[in-house]
C-alpha cells in the first residue's frame, strides 16, 4: 500500500512562511510526478505546485515568485516552502504521486495550513 505523510502545517501570520514536507513509501519514488494541492472550505481542490522526476516545476499563478516545491530522490521526499503567506492561501494541502509510467494516482491525508493573524 503507497503511503503518502504530509507534515509541516500549522497556523502563520500573513507575510510568514511554513516548510510542508511529503515523505512517500512504498513506491518507486523516482519514476512519480510529486505534486501539492489545495483545497479551501467550500471550494474545489487546486494544483499547487509539481514537479517531475527530472525536477521540472509547475506553478499555479497565485504562488508562483512566493511557494517553492523540491524533491529529495534519496529520502522519497517532496517539500513545497511557502514563503510570504496570504490568508487566501489557507487551506488543507495534499501530497500527490502520479506515475510517470501508467498515470495512477495517489494522495496523502492532507495538512492543515491557516494563515491568520
Known amino acids: 500500500q503507497v503511503q503518502l505523510v504530509e507534515s509541516g502545517g500549522g497556523l502563520v501570520q500573513p507575510g510568514g512562511s511554513l516548510r510542508l514536507s511529503c515523505a512517500a513509501s512504498?513506491?518507486?519514488?523516482?519514476?512519480?510526478?510529486m505534486g501539492w494541492y489545495r483545497q479551501a472550505p467550500g471550494k474545489q481542490r487546486e494544483l499547487v505546485a509539481t514537479i517531475t522526476s527530472g525536477g521540472t516545476t509547475n506553478y499555479a499563478d497565485s504562488v508562483k515568485g512566493r511557494f517553492t516545491i523540491s524533491r529529495d530522490n534519496v529520502k522519497n521526499t517532496v517539500y513545497l516552502q511557502m514563503n510570504s503567506l496570504k490568508p487566501e492561501d489557507t487551506a488543507v494541502y495534499l501530497c500527490n504521486a502520479e506515475s510517470q509510467l501508467n498515470s495512477r494516482s495517489y494522495w496523502g491525508q492532507g495538512t492543515q495550513v491557516t494563515v491568520s493573524s
Open positions: 512504498r513506491i518507486i519514488f523516482s519514476i512519480f510526478r
